[in-house]
């Protein structure tokens, strides 16, 4: 998909305190629309909307608002799991939605308020630091023998994933699986 990019926005001529005014009232009307985009996604991905139109929803995400499925993905998880434990349109943005993302899948009722209470007081890497490391701390260190063809997609997933984290590479491995598969599943001769 082909994208336009209008050239008086584009161009480096332009006033560069304009711009800078320009980004700063620009900002609040991205992160309310990065929340409600979540939100749509996930009513259309829920409903599966895009089936009259694409073969799947990674090709509709990626036709229609230019992104790849992982991250739509991303978008819809943090939006179910603010939907589930009633996190407001409000707190997600002052809290902001890179610092839910990083620890939405921690959240449960038990730890909600100390959760949401860290993320107004720490920073995105303070919080990155302490959630990681407690996955990390979770279990004892284990030896694990892979066989070529795990790792080599772990390290391919790495591309993707843009993590280092050996356990988020495995899970997106696994998420690209059983998305193939479920594509497969629906394109399959059904046999009498």
């Known amino acids: ?76 998880r943090v939006s179910r799991i603010c939907a589930e434990h009633g996190i407001s349109r409000e707190q997600v943005l002052e809290l902001g939605w890179t610092k839910l993302a990083l620890v939405a899948s921690k959240i449960n009722e038990e730890n909600k308020d100390q959760i949401l209470k860290e993320l107004k007081s720490q920073s995105y890497t303070k919080l990155k630091r302490k959630y990681r490391s407690r996955k990390s701390r979770r279990s004892a260190p284990q030896t694990i023998s892979m066989s070529p063809v795990v790792a080599a997609a772990i390290r391919l997933a790495a591309g993707f994933s843009q993590s280092d984290d050996v356990a988020d590479n495995l899970d997106f491995v696994a998420a690209s699986f059983l998305y193939t598969v479920r594509q497969r599943s629906q394109h399959r001769p059904q046999w009498n």
């Open 1 to 76: 998909m082909k994208c336009e990019q209008n050239p008086s926005t584009t161009t480096h001529e332009r006033n560069p305190a304009f711009l800078l005014q320009e980004i700063r009232e620009l900002a609040p009307r991205y992160r309310s629309l990065q929340y409600q985009f979540a939100a749509l996604l996930e009513l259309v991905h829920r409903h599966q909307y895009w089936r009259s139109a694409y073969k799947s929803f990674g090709e509709y995400v990626e036709c229609e608002a230019g992104l790849k499925l992982r991250t739509a993905q991303e978008l819809i």
